[in-house]
């Protein structure tokens, strides 16, 4: 069945709850809360990676992230930790991470794919074309599926080259980064093109802006019920993991998505 990971976002300035958990207190319990209805990984991250975002500088990232890992997972909740530094990965995973959600595939940091290998973790690779502040500008493709697909196997490539093996690898087409309305829409119409590269797929769409142009520019906060319906799409695909913010509508949307797709699923 597809899994929900929750959303800690350990930031003044992400799109939709940048702020609401800004502190190591506020953050725990948030992820504690996330956990208790149902969310069976907790994404901690750091640093926005909205359109338009400014890097923070590693300390901080550093600050925010570690204490909410370290805290989280002395309750037994299984961390991911969302970054684009080796550094952070090698500090998270020292704090008890499992899994790094590297929103670059390892194109951010040339230490990242080596560090990961070392460290025998799962790796979640994710479609990239830049850096918040100059993603948008990136959004030029012949074919949005067949480019994504290509793009994301010479990351997977990558990835296997350095040592990461290929049980511990997912993928994500980055739905929302370098894309447009349109072609976030084609690529979830594409999910079964990107099932059969062999590995788990990740997809996160949560809240996210081209939802709300859909439904008439509903604020991100309105949006959790289209991102359930998504998430019953990507249930019916198969799909491993969605990421949301919100996670108890998106826990029933993909036990309905498992019953579509497989009459004697439970």
Known sequence: MTIVMGVLNVTPDSFSDGGLHADTEAAVTHGRL?????????????ESTRPGATRVPEVEEMERVIPVIEALVAHGITCSVDT????VVRAAVAAGARIVNDVSGGLADPDMLSTVA???????AMHWRGHSEVMQQHT?????????????????DAALAAGITAERIILDPGIGFAKTSEQNWQLLRGLD???A?????????????????L???????DRDVATAAVT???????????????????????????????????
């Not at 590269?197 to 142009?213: P, Q």
Request: aromatic share 6%; net charge neutral; proline share 1%.
């Open 215 to 221: 439904l008439g520019d509903k604020p991100a906060a």
């Open 118 to 124: 070392d460290l025998g973790v799962d790796y979640v």
């Open 140 to 156: 030029d493709y012949t074919d949005v599926v067949t480019d994504v697909f290509a793009e994301l196997a010479a990351r997977r």
């Open 197 to 213: 590269m062999g590995h788990r797929l990740l997809i996160g769409v949560s809240r996210k802006r081209f939802l709300g142009e």
């Open 232 to 266: 019953t799409w990507c249930a019916i695909h198969g799909i491993w993991a969605v990421r949301t913010h919100e996670v108890t509508a998106q826990r029933d949307a993909a036990r309905v998505g498992q019953r579509l797709a497989n009459r004697a699923a439970g």
């Open 84 to 87: 684009m530094r080796a550094s």
């Open 193 to 195: 093109t990107f099932q």
């Open 34 to 46: 996330l956990a208790s209805q149902g969310a069976e990984i907790i994404d901690v991250g750091g």
